[in-house]
């Protein structure tokens, strides 16, 4: 009994401090916003803009912005134009995966290239392995064309996101249940 209960408690204690791959969130709409001309100081504000937004919208408010990474996660041969920005190399692909396991990033920002493209901002905080980012079927404004899918042009990070102990806290709150349980079973 005593070795069953032992066995129960460390389980449920490794199930509490294991961290879920969570989905990312949108925060800017279906389509994100159009930013011209698109450079990292127009991106962070309308970043910025954005989490205003959302978190005058939704609870809980997700976190300031933070600093655009300047050495943004390469994929797939992608080249850094040294500002912020992740070119991926042509044809641009209509998908992306990115790792948040190699890098952990605060948000993402996803340019979709095309004439009526977007720029769409993920928070990303607690992500902590590969997402898949799709480019979505933007509408024609002008209604003559068929929704249609647009290539990346480019991306960008904001800063990482500290853990802030959480882990910690929980292993810490296992162990304890597990001398509780020891005392009570001994």
Known sequence: MKKLLIVIATVMGIAVCQTANATPILINGPF?????????????A???AAITAYNAAYNPDVPPAGDIDFT?????????DGGGHAVPPPPTPKFITIDFGVERETYAGLTWDGPQGGTLFYYVGNETGPVL?????F????GKLAPRQFGLSHYMFTGAVPDGGTTVALLGLALVGLGVVRRRVS
């Open 139 to 142: 509408p024609d404004t002008e």
């Open 32 to 44: 994100g916003v159009v930013i011209l001309p698109a450079n990292p100081t127009h991106e962070l």
């Open 133 to 137: 980012f799709e480019s979505p079927y």
């Open 46 to 48: 309308e970043l910025t």
């Open 72 to 80: 943004p996660q390469l994929i797939g041969g992608a080249t850094t």
